[in-house]
């Protein structure tokens, strides 16, 4: 039997409500395979890491991440750390920076088509969104040089740097056209920068123009600036269907506003990789590890009550099926069940939705019901 180590980093909030959720959609599958067995082991991440060792990514916890097959993480930070001098949030940045994960895929589109009515836009114009953000995930400001704020209770000035390199801005953007290209036909990619004001986004748009020119020349690219991209998703989101390829901070910001028009921030899942994600593995090639998360953070307002809707990171567990553990027929199974529960009979025939979607099913009921068909059995 095939072993893959599964390492799991809960965190904070409702990080382990929804990751619980996932678990059991693991082992259940793990369970109903000959094959192979996922071995999972949880480990302290974030706020609750700060509270047991002082530290955000402890050394164990960093070592069992880089010795995983994958990595399945929930959400790290609150308010309880954040005006602390050790930050959660730094600890998932150093853990993306030192496995060099610096492809982040946050796939978009209506997870089923029941959900059009929950989008806060009119029907019309949600439905059939289908937007994969590819966003640059270990530069950027998020790396920048910056003046601490700890260098006094009172700083005069504070600054944060946006650099990009031009090694960067290839490597992210090849990944965005072998993405663009896996499609049939392939999908259009819209670069989005402020090349209007920034040099890093010069440079940025360059450098895209100019490696897909040579080395993609047959994919469509087109350029927009980052606040227009954002009038664009809430008034005519179909206008960017295809890739949306873009630098660390505003692919974060652009990702939130993205999920709630085709349903909820609690809905996306990500895979964040070292390079292209790729699904056609030849016999006896091992699958490269990421780390899959939900896009959504910690939500403290609604942490405890089990509440919280489950499926991003489920829809992330079904994503680490596919991209380190090379079991695509598990992810589209898993997939499938996910479409099932929304669609299911429950909720007067809306299916299954917790409490951001409209509904009062709790996380453990819609675990429950995704569970069971996940595993199989497949065509
Ligand atoms: P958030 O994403 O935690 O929450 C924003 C809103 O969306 C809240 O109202 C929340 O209740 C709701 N929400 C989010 N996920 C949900 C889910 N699965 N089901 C139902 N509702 C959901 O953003 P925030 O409140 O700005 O941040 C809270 C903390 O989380 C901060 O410390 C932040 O740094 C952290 N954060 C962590 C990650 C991560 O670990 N990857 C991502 C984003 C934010
Ligand atoms: C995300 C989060 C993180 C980010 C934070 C918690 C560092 O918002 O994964 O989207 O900004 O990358
Ligand atoms: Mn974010």
Redesign the pocket.
């Known amino acids: 039997k095939k072993i893959f180590n599964i390492t799991v980093l809960p965190?904070d909030?409702?990080?382990p409500e929804?990751v619980e959720q996932a678990v059991r959609v693991l082992e259940t599958i793990s369970a109903s395979s000959a094959d192979f067995e996922l071995k999972l082991s949880s480990h302290d991440f974030?706020g609750c890491a700060i509270d047991s060792t002082g530290q955000a990514l402890p050394d164990s916890t960093l070592k069992a991440c880089q010795g995983a097959d994958a990595i399945l993480?929930?959400?790290?930070?609150?308010p309880k750390w954040?005006s602390g001098k050790v930050r959660?949030?730094q600890g998932?940045l150093t853990l993306r920076k030192t496995l060099g994960l610096y492809a982040n895929i946050r796939p978009a589109s209506f997870a089923s088509s029941s959900l059009v009515d929950i989008s806060p836009l009119k029907p019309e114009i949600a439905a059939g969104t289908n937007i994969i953000v590819v966003r640059e995930l270990i530069g950027g400001l998020y790396f920048g040089e910056r003046k601490e704020q700890d260098v006094g209770p009172n700083p005069d000035t504070a600054w944060d740097t946006m650099v990009y390199s031009v090694e960067e801005v290839k490597r992210i953007t090849r990944v965005a056209a072998k993405i663009a290209l896996a499609a049939n036909p392939p999908l259009p990619i819209t670069s989005v920068d402020k090349a209007n004001v920034l040099a890093s986004s010069r440079l940025w748009r360059k450098v895209v123009t100019e490696t897909l020119k040579e080395e993609y020349p047959q994919l469509k690219l087109e350029h927009q600036l980052v606040d227009s991209a954002a009038m664009i998703i809430v008034a005519n989101p179909k206008k960017l269907n295809g890739v949306i390829l873009t630098e660390n901070m505003f692919g974060d910001i652009l990702s939130?506003e993205t999920s709630v028009l085709v349903g909820?921030?609690?809905l996306l899942p990500s895979a964040s990789l070292a390079g292209a994600p790729k699904t056609d593995f030849a016999p006896g090639e091992k699958p490269p590890s990421g780390l899959y998360?939900?896009?959504?953070?910690?939500?403290?307002?609604?942490a405890g009550q089990g509440?919280?809707?489950?499926i991003?990171t489920i829809l992330s567990a079904a994503m680490l099926l596919r991209y380190s553990l090379g079991l695509e027929k598990h992810a589209q199974a898993v997939e499938a069940a996910v479409r099932k529960a929304l669609d299911s009979k429950a909720n007067g025939g809306l299916g299954l939705r917790?409490?951001?979607l409209g509904g009062a099913s709790t996380s453990r009921e819609i675990g429950d019901s995704i569970r069971p068909a996940a595993a199989g059995p497949f065509s």
Do not use: C, K
């Open positions: 965190g909030g409702i990080g929804v974030g993480m929930g959400s790290v930070g609150g954040s959660p949030e998932l939130d909820s921030l609690g998360e939900p896009i959504h953070g910690s939500a403290p307002d609604i509440i919280a809707n489950p991003g917790s409490r951001d």
